[in-house]
């Protein structure tokens, strides 16, 4: 029995997955309706204010009137509130499915194992904790965010084979590319993914980056950039409105036109816990930090991080800026002549 609802809580999770990126700051749902052992209906959850994957599921089944003897699959608590859509658990109620398996509890405190009670009283037959370590993960932005209360953070970079992620002097301002096109393409993909990405102030005065997903289909992250004295100035690219950008400063009464917005704090040793913490403020789910050796060298240091990604490229510089030392022992992966190393914080 158990391997059948294993089965079918992997295919929640292969639908839920479709919605990375764009569900935000709803978390990845999928759910499937199985009668005499064959699935009649699944849904996934595509983006906030849209239906939840359990609606989808349940309005794909044309024949409504099997659904009181079949059995719904969901890999994350059905939710008990009103928000955006009203609450899932009342269709599964209404329409009487009697078995309904759940892959792991919700942690947000408007949910947080109200949903299962609600099914409960109302005399459905509720399993609770399938695949639970798969499905924690596959929400492990949503997780941590309330969890944690901050955002889930993953770290990137690109290093040379003698180790430097940027020379000491270049003659243009913009980027020097250490990784090849097949690995700058998968980071505007990660870019998608993520609710926001971070940068330093050095990182925009050097290589005046767009901060988008120009390669990948999918939308822009929001921007979030340090800038302690005010020298980013509007005609950089990162200021140039499209995408929203929140910029952590020391100064006091900066004000931007559309999509800009100033947060004023003092930068001591405490700073990236001020920047999870206005993140967290914003409702960020997740950033990736794409800095400069020192904003990331900042969170390893501070043990605030989750995930890293360091590409080692072919180049060699012999001199230059150091890059960022992370412990820990990494999956490899090769992304042609590249090399991918994935650091996981289990602290």
């Known amino acids: 029995m158990k391997s059948t609802e294993e089965f079918y809580i992997k ?3 292969q639908l839920a997955k479709n919605g990375l990126g764009t569900t935000y700051p709803n978390p990845l749902v999928g759910s499937v309706i199985v009668y005499d052992g064959k699935i009649i209906g699944e849904g996934w959850h595509r983006k906030a204010g849209e239906p939840h994957a359990e609606v989808k599921a349940i309005n794909s089944v044309k024949d409504k009137s099997i659904l009181s003897k079949a059995t719904i699959y969901v890999s994350l608590e059905p939710c008990s509130h009103f928000g955006k859509t009203p609450p899932c658990c009342d269709l599964i109620i209404k329409h009487k499915i009697p078995n309904v398996v759940v892959g792991t509890v919700d942690p947000n405190s408007k949910v947080a194992g109200t949903g299962i009670k609600r099914l409960l009283e109302n005399g459905h037959h509720v399993t609770v904790g ?3 370590k798969e499905c924690n993960e596959l929400n492990k932005r949503f997780f941590t965010f309330h969890n944690k209360k901050r955002p889930y953070i993953i770290l990137k970079w690109a290093e040379s084979l003698d ?3 940027a020379p000491l002097t270049k003659e243009k301002q913009e980027p020097v590319w250490i990784s090849n096109v097949f690995s700058r393409q998968l ?5 998608s993914e993520e609710q926001a990405i971070l940068v330093g102030t050095q990182t925009v005065l050097d290589d005046n980056p767009k901060l988008d997903v120009r390669d990948w289909k ?3 992250p929001i921007r979030i950039v340090l800038d302690r004295s005010g020298k980013i100035t509007n005609d950089f690219h990162v200021m140039d409105k499209k995408t929203k950008t929140i910029v952590i400063t020391e100064q006091e009464n900066l004000t931007f036109s559309e999509n800009g917005i100033a947060e004023s704090v003092i930068f001591d040793i405490q700073l990236t816990k001020k920047i999870a913490d206005i993140s967290y403020k914003y409702g960020i789910q997740s950033v990736i930090i794409e800095g400069g050796r020192q904003t990331l060298q ?3 240091e501070a043990n605030l991080w989750d995930e890293a990604r360091v590409f080692i490229g072919t180049v060699s510089f012999n001199n230059g800026v150091k890059a960022p030392v992370i412990n820990g022992i990494p999956k490899i992966r090769q992304l042609k002549e590249d090399q991918l190393k994935l650091y996981t914080n289990h602290d």
């Open 298 to 300: 900042s969170f390893i």
């Open 163 to 165: 180790g430097f992620i």
């Open 130 to 132: 399938i695949l639970e």
């Open 11 to 13: 295919r929640c999770i």
């Open 187 to 191: 980071v505007h993909k990660w870019r």
């Open 218 to 220: 999918g939308e822009n």
